[in-house]
Every structure is written in structure tokens, then in C-alpha cells.
């Protein structure tokens, strides 16, 4: 059976969607390393092996992914067509920041200088499950968006047509 459903991924199905839920409090030490909760640390080691991308998100916070998730991402937006200079920014922002991570074997992740540098990250920091990827946010940066998102007067019936069949 393990080795059909290989043999499914290999033709581009998955078969089971590894899925990351939840916030999680973290501290960045002083090297710029960050402990990746022991619940997702399995389910990174069956998917990427360990091997993770961090890249950049217009909401100034970094988007991490395990190497398999982000080669389908990667591989869609240079399927784009880059004369559209929306595309280019996108592609410029997305794979131009990419940088290959491993977990060690404490469970660690060192960021580099750069994207801590765009992300404002400080010590204290949230780690947030989004399904096949996390979001790595500063801690004062994550609760203050997060606040503004509660408060919102937007109308949720302006939703998406792709959302009006959804229930809570």
C-alpha cells in the first residue's frame, strides 16, 4: 500500500495532506535559532526529511514550507507569465528571498539575518499552522494584526464566490 500511494505522489496526487494547525509561542535565541514544537517535528521528518524553505509574505512575515510543498509552489509561479510586472514583484519577492532551512538534530531552525532583518523578528515569536505551511511572525507584530483582524468592520458578505458554500 506504501508503495502505490508513492507511486500516486510521484504522478503529481497526494495522498495524505500533511496539515499544521495551531499558534505556537516561540523564543528566537540569540543566534537567530528557533525550536520547532515537537508536535509538527514527525509529520516535517515523514514529508521534507527535515528540509524546509523560508521565504518572504507581504504582511512582513516569513512563510515556511517543507521542500516538497514549496517545489509545487515554485514551480506554479515560474509557470506565470513574467511580462505581467505583478508576476515579476511576486516571483522577485517569493523565490528571489527562498532559503533552504534543516531542522538539526535538536530540532532547530536557524533564520537568516535577512528575513529576521524584514520581518522585524525579535526574540519573542508566534509560529502559525496554515494548513502545508506555517507563518513565522514577531510576537507584538502577530497580536496587534491579529487584534486589527477581530475588529474589522469589513462585511463578511463580500466573501469570495469560493467561500459561499462554506459553514463554521
Given at each position: 500500500m506504501v508503495a502505490g500511494g508513492k507511486l500516486w505522489e510521484k504522478m503529481g496526487f497526494r495522498t495524505h495532506e500533511i496539515m499544521f494547525r495551531g499558534a505556537n509561542k516561540l523564543t528566537l535565541?540569540?543566534?537567530?535559532?528557533?525550536?520547532?514544537?515537537?508536535?509538527?517535528?514527525?509529520?516535517?521528518?515523514e514529508r521534507c526529511g527535515?528540509?524546509?524553505?523560508?521565504?518572504?509574505?507581504?504582511?512582513?512575515?516569513?512563510?515556511?514550507?517543507?521542500?516538497?510543498d514549496w517545489e509545487d509552489i515554485e514551480r506554479k509561479l515560474n509557470k506565470l507569465p513574467t511580462l505581467n510586472p505583478q508576476v515579476r514583484r511576486?516571483?522577485?519577492?517569493?523565490?528571489?528571498?527562498?532559503?533552504?532551512?534543516?531542522?538539526?538534530?535538536?530540532?532547530?531552525?536557524?533564520?537568516?539575518?535577512?528575513?529576521?532583518e524584514f520581518a522585524q523578528m525579535t526574540r519573542?515569536?508566534?509560529?502559525?499552522?496554515q494548513g502545508i505551511r506555517f507563518e513565522l511572525w514577531d510576537e507584538a507584530r502577530w497580536n496587534e494584526r491579529r487584534d486589527e483582524w477581530l475588529a474589522s468592520t469589513e462585511s463578511t458578505t463580500d466573501l469570495p464566490a469560493e467561500l459561499d458554500t462554506l459553514s463554521f
Open positions: 535565541d540569540v543566534k537567530g535559532r528557533l525550536v520547532m514544537p515537537t508536535r509538527y517535528r514527525e509529520r516535517l521528518q527535515g528540509n524546509l524553505v523560508v521565504t518572504v509574505d507581504k504582511d512582513q512575515c516569513l512563510l515556511i514550507y517543507p521542500l516538497p511576486l516571483q522577485r519577492l517569493m523565490i528571489g528571498h527562498a532559503t533552504d532551512l534543516e531542522l538539526d538534530s535538536h530540532g532547530r531552525l536557524l533564520l537568516p539575518a535577512n528575513l529576521r519573542d515569536a508566534m509560529l502559525i499552522g
